[in-house]
């Protein structure tokens, strides 16, 4: 289990936020700015004055690597460890799911979704998969 994020007291809020299926950001209430990861105050003014919230889970893919050396205990296929965008901002490392992992299928730009992928009881981790085009 040595691949599992550790939770802390600053980040259990979104364990349990991803555990529900949401994807929470935190947004700072004197500046306006929205950031990830979870911390107690805001990067950018240093206030405490920050507030939790739900983002849309909508995405897109800013930049990614194909590892072709799992590490161990990983499935053996190749696959992406990306830079997403999400919608209100703030950029997060992950993994596009339900995709092929080449660059033909992983386009910059593409319309991602978050969705969540179990771990263990307590850890869900945010993944992403293309988005669904409106048609
Ligand atoms: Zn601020």
């Given amino acids: 289990m040595t691949h599992l994020p550790l939770i802390t007291p600053e980040t259990r809020h979104f364990w349990e936020g991803a555990g529900r299926g949401e994807l929470l950001l935190q947004q700072c209430g004197d500046c306006g700015h929205v950031y990830f990861p979870p911390r107690p105050f805001c990067p950018r003014c240093a206030s405490k004055n ?18 072709h050396r799992p590490p ?7 696959f992406s460890i990306a830079i997403v965008a999400l ?27 978050v969705t969540f992928k179990k771990l263990s009881d307590e850890i869900f981790v945010p993944v992403f998969r293309p988005a669904e085009r409106a048609s």
């Fill in 50 to 67: 920050v507030k939790v919230f739900a983002a849309s889970g909508r995405a897109t893919l800013y930049s990614y690597v194909i590892n």
């Fill in 87 to 113: 919608a209100e901002g703030p950029k997060m490392v992950s993994n596009i799911v339900e995709c092929p992992q080449t660059p033909d299928a992983l386009a910059l730009d593409m319309p991602l979704t």
């Fill in 72 to 78: 161990p205990g990983w499935p053996k296929e190749p």
